[in-house]
Structure formats: structure tokens, C-alpha cells
């Protein structure tokens, strides 16, 4: 593979890319870039934003220019050569009921893939996720691992409105809506949980890098945590060390 | 002490208090917001010797009524809306008192289409994710309605009416617009014609709102092969294009990543003119090449 590459886009942010496709690797990547720049001490960067495969700046132009940049970035790559620090990762539950009500689009997939809807809930709970990045809306994990059975193209006419923490599938992805949107995905569920509150320090519950499992919840159950029964228990997070 | 300063009467068609907007966590995918022209609200907070990045409300079209619930000084900025204060025409890029009692109006747009009530002090409101910027959609305050009443804080504040922005600093809002843009390194996705279209074309705005706006000409632009990419980030005044080959400009509210193929992003010394344009304005873009963009910048005194 080649190295990284540097690039405007437009007069405020330079984009350190990676590679060219989706995968663990570059992801390692990007996570450890992006927390030396995070860490690192230069005056006028206003964003880093890490995505599947680079990491973005947009530097304050008062201050920066491209060249500049692409130089203070250039020197944390060559850095990032003989860093090599061992990530932790949080592996965070999250509570989807799998109920009719919840999932408008269960009968659809059954459907599709021809298997059961006790086999739908089976291959979405029983993978591990990765948390590639977080955008498109406040919250929102672009995941990583969709059993390919469950692979299903998005609605040919998406909704006006999906109530927020919809679990849903779009061809290889599952995600979940943090906010109510309107939305194109195949809904299979709903969690009670919030993924984003802008009152607390952490607003997002999800961070990049995580990794997240779907555990599957009565109706019962799920009313219960919205209603805000057992605190925020619900949510199992567990740290290991790599 | 902030206090009772200005009430809503009528919102007109969207009205929202905005700063310039909450960088800094975009990688939570929280967009940037704040004003749509910032040019404006800058140049309305340093004519009334307010911190650059105060808060003000965004009128946008008119329709839009206020009435003053004690004295004080404002500057309004922006799209000429037809304003008026206590019925008389309000000077616009100047300081202006008004009294207790008072009502401005906006009727209807003249040129451009958002206006700024930049009030002494600064607008007070609760701040989310360190911005007061109204981002509804994530309930990041949320737009506002009649009857609204908003506070300032003015004390031990001191400045006077009059003082106005030097006529060459005047912006001027037409019907149709030149954008500069820097080429994205995706520009080779789309075919040779197609970019050479892209430059020569005159595009007609179809419909815009504070996340962006759609433009609409004769031909598609083609792909090479797919219109999407893996999603990557969308600074404002990045120009998408999806599989229906008509471009899109991306703006204050717009999410912080996009799955499109992108063709540049306009140059951010002529954001203002894309704020302000009416839908059926007419755009053309210019291509122009990153150093001159960062020379233009450098002469530039702005936000």
C-alpha cells in the first residue's frame, strides 16, 4: 500500500487520507493519528474529524495555511511511525426490543432472506460491531459487521420520519438513529437508550473505535428503561485491554 | 445584568438566534450551524464594538415583526428586507437607537435574504455544546416563535448611535452570482465534459434552507462510475453531486459527512454571496486555484 496522502478541500481543512477502502487496518490508523493530533499542542486547529479511512482538520485561516498545515501534518506522520501505543477498547451493550411495533420492516426481511424472525434477531445480536466513525447526524455510529445474511437494500422510498433510536439495516450497515429523521433504512427494532444528549460532558455515548453489541429486550423491558427504571444500568460498557 | 430586551411579534418565515457556531465537535457528528453569513454578523457586532462571535437573531425572507421592550442600540445588517422602525426605513450597517415600545418590521426581501439584529451586548441565550446556535434538528435550541421574548446584556457597555460600515466594506446582493472554487481531489470522478460543463454553465438555485441548497441546469454531470464515495467530510460550500448529476452546495447546518462525490468547495471569501441568494438566482463557478484563494483570504478582514 502506498502512504498517506495530504489534500485541501477548499481554504479551511486538510485531509490526511489513509487508504482507499474500508478496513481494520486503516481504521488503526486513523484512531492512533487522530489521537496524537488531538494530543499534539498546534495553535488553530479548530476540527479534527476522523472518518472511515482519514483524518480531516479545519484549521482557523487567521492563523494557517495550507502549506503550513500540510507540513505540521506530515511531521506527526513521520511520528506516528515509531508510536506505536496499544488502544483500549470499550465494548458497550445497547438494548434493542425487536418487536413488531418497533420494527415495521421485520416482515419485510423475513421475506427477503427467507429465514425467521428468531433468526434475524439471532444474526443481529450474536455479532460483535465496530464503531468506524461517528456523523451524517449528532451520535450516529457508521458500524462495522453486518452478517451478510441480513445484507438488504435501503427502502426504495425512505420514511419522512423515523422515530429516534431505530435500529435499522441499508445494504451491508446496521445502525441505530440517534435523533428522529427522515430515513431510507430497513427498521428491525428500537432501543430505549439515548445515543446523544447534549447536557452531559460526553454527549455521545458511542465514540469511534468502540465496539457494540446488540442485546434483545422484551416490550416490557423496554418501557421499563424508558421510563427510566433502572437508570442507566442498562447500558453494559466493559474495558479491555489489547 | 441580561434582561427583557426584544419580543417576537411574528417570526416570518424562519427566524433563529445565531453566533458563529459550535466547531469542535463535528467528530460527535454535531454540526458547525451559526450564521448563515457570517460576514454580516461579524461586520454588526464590531460596528457595535460587540465580541465578533455575539450572539443575533437570523431573519430570514421577512414577514417578520419586533417590538422593543426597552431602549437600547441595535445594527442591523445583511439582506435588505424592508425594514422599519417605528415606521420609518431603519439604516442598515449602522448603529441605530430605539426606545421602548418601538416595532421593526421586515416586510419583504429587497436584495438578499437574511438579515441580522445585532443588539448591544449580544443576544443572551442558553448555550449548547459552547454556541448558542439554534440546530433544532438535535435540539440544540430551537427556532423562534411569536412571542419569544429575547434578552441582552447591555451594563457598563457604552456606544452610540451612527457609527456605520465604510462604504467599500458595503457587500453588494444580486440576482446572480460568481462563485470561486477550489477543486476537490475527487474532481477526476466526473468525465472531462462534464467538469468543463460544470465551469461554463449557468445554474438556477431551485430550493435552499440553512442545510443547503439544490441547483438545477439543462444537462446531468456524469460519473465516471459511482456518484458515492466512502463518507467524508463536507466543509461549508462544498459542492455534492449525487447519481442525478445536478449539483448541491452545502451549508451552515449541513452534516458533518457526505457519502457524494464532491467537484470543489467554494472559497470562503464568497460564502456570503451563497447565503444570501434567492431561490431562482442564477450561480456560475470559477475555478481557481488553492494560492489564490489563500492570497485573497489574506487581504481579507473578516470571519
Redesign the interface.
Known amino acids: 500500500m502506498n502512504g498517506p496522502t495530504i ?7 486538510a ?1 490526511v487520507q489513509f487508504g482507499e ?2 478496513s481494520k487496518d486503516t481504521h488503526e490508523q486513523v484512531m492512533l493519528f ?1 489521537k496524537l493530533i488531538r494530543n499534539s499542542s498546534i495553535k488553530g486547529l ?9 483524518v ?1 482538520v ?1 484549521y482557523n ?1 487567521r492563523v494557517l ?2 502549506d503550513h498545515v500540510r507540513a505540521l501534518l506530515e511531521e506527526m506522520l513521520a511520528e506516528t511511525e515509531n508510536s506505536k501505543t496499544s488502544m483500549s477498547k470499550r465494548t458497550v451493550t445497547i438494548p434493542v426490543c425487536y418487536d413488531e411495533q418497533y420494527g415495521p420492516d421485520l416482515d419485510h426481511l423475513q421475506q427477503y432472506h427467507q429465514i425467521s424472525k428468531k433468526d434475524i434477531i439471532r444474526l443481529h445480536t450474536e455479532q460483535i460491531y465496530l464503531v468506524y ?8 455510529p ?1 458500524l462495522g459487521g453486518l452478517n451478510k445474511r441480513l445484507d438488504t437494500p435501503r427502502l426504495e422510498t425512505p420514511r419522512a420520519t423515523v422515530p429516534s433510536g431505530s435500529v435499522g439495516i441499508a445494504g451491508n450497515q446496521t445502525g441505530i438513529y ?2 428522529e ?1 427522515p430515513g431510507g433504512w430497513n427498521l428491525i427494532g428500537r432501543t430505549p437508550v439515548s445515543l ?1 444528549d ?1 447536557e452531559q460532558d460526553e ?2 455515548l458511542l465514540k ?1 473505535g468502540d465496539l457494540l453489541r446488540f442485546q434483545s429486550i422484551s416490550g416490557e423491558e423496554y418501557r421499563e428503561i424508558e421510563q427510566g427504571q433502572l437508570g442507566n444500568q442498562v447500558i453494559q460498557i466493559e474495558w479491555e485491554d489489547e | 445584568m441580561a434582561e427583557a430586551f426584544v419580543k417576537v411579534v411574528e417570526p416570518g418565515l424562519y427566524m433563529s438566534i445565531q453566533d458563529l457556531g459550535r466547531p469542535g465537535y463535528q467528530h460527535m457528528g454535531v454540526p458547525v450551524s451559526g450564521a448563515m453569513d457570517r460576514y454580516a454578523l461579524v461586520m454588526g457586532n464590531r460596528l457595535l464594538n460587540n465580541r465578533e462571535d455575539s450572539a443575533a437573531i437570523e431573519v430570514t425572507f421577512g414577514g417578520a415583526e419586533f417590538k422593543f421592550l426597552r431602549d437600547g442600540l441595535i445594527c442591523v445588517t445583511g439582506a435588505n428586507l424592508n425594514g422599519y422602525l417605528g415606521g420609518e426605513p431603519i439604516p442598515m450597517w449602522e448603529t441605530v437607537s430605539v426606545t421602548k415600545g418601538q416595532k421593526l418590521v421586515f416586510e419583504r426581501p429587497k436584495t438578499g435574504v437574511r438579515a441580522y439584529v445585532c443588539v448591544l451586548g449580544g443576544i443572551q441565550s442558553s448555550v449548547y455544546l459552547g454556541s448558542q446556535s439554534c440546530y433544532e434538528k438535535a435540539g440544540l435550541g430551537r427556532r423562534l416563535e411569536a412571542g419569544d421574548q429575547l434578552l441582552s446584556e447591555y451594563e457598563g457597555v457604552h456606544m452610540t448611535p451612527g457609527n456605520r460600515l465604510s462604504p467599500e466594506l458595503l457587500p453588494t446582493y444580486t440576482q446572480e452570482v460568481t462563485l470561486r472554487v477550489v477543486p476537490s481531489h475527487l474532481e477526476d470522478r466526473f468525465t472531462e465534459e462534464s467538469v468543463r460543463y460544470f465551469y461554463r454553465t449557468n445554474y438556477t438555485m431551485k430550493q435552499g434552507d440553512r442545510m443547503g441548497c439544490r441547483l438545477e441546469s439543462d444537462q446531468p454531470l456524469n460519473h465516471h462510475t459511482s456518484a458515492d464515495i466512502i463518507s467524508s467530510v463536507t466543509p461549508f460550500g462544498t459542492i455534492q453531486v449525487a447519481s442525478n448529476g445536478q449539483p448541491m452546495i452545502l451549508l451552515a447546518d449541513r452534516q458533518t459527512t457526505g457519502g457524494y462525490t464532491t467537484l470543489g468547495t467554494i472559497v470562503t471569501i464568497d460564502h456570503w454571496k451563497i447565503a444570501q441568494l434567492p431561490p431562482g438566482g442564477k450561480v456560475n463557478f470559477k475555478r481557481v486555484d488553492l494560492k489564490e484563494a489563500e492570497e485573497w483570504l489574506r487581504h481579507w478582514r473578516e470571519a
Open positions: 489534500y485541501p478541500v477548499g481554504d479551511q481543512v485531509v477502502d474500508i487522530e479548530v476540527d479534527i474529524i476522523p472518518t472511515y479511512h482519514s480531516a479545519y485561516w495555511q495550507f466513525m461517528i456523523g451524517f447526524l449528532p451520535g450516529f457508521y440517534p435523533l429523521s446523544f447534549p454527549p455521545t469511534m
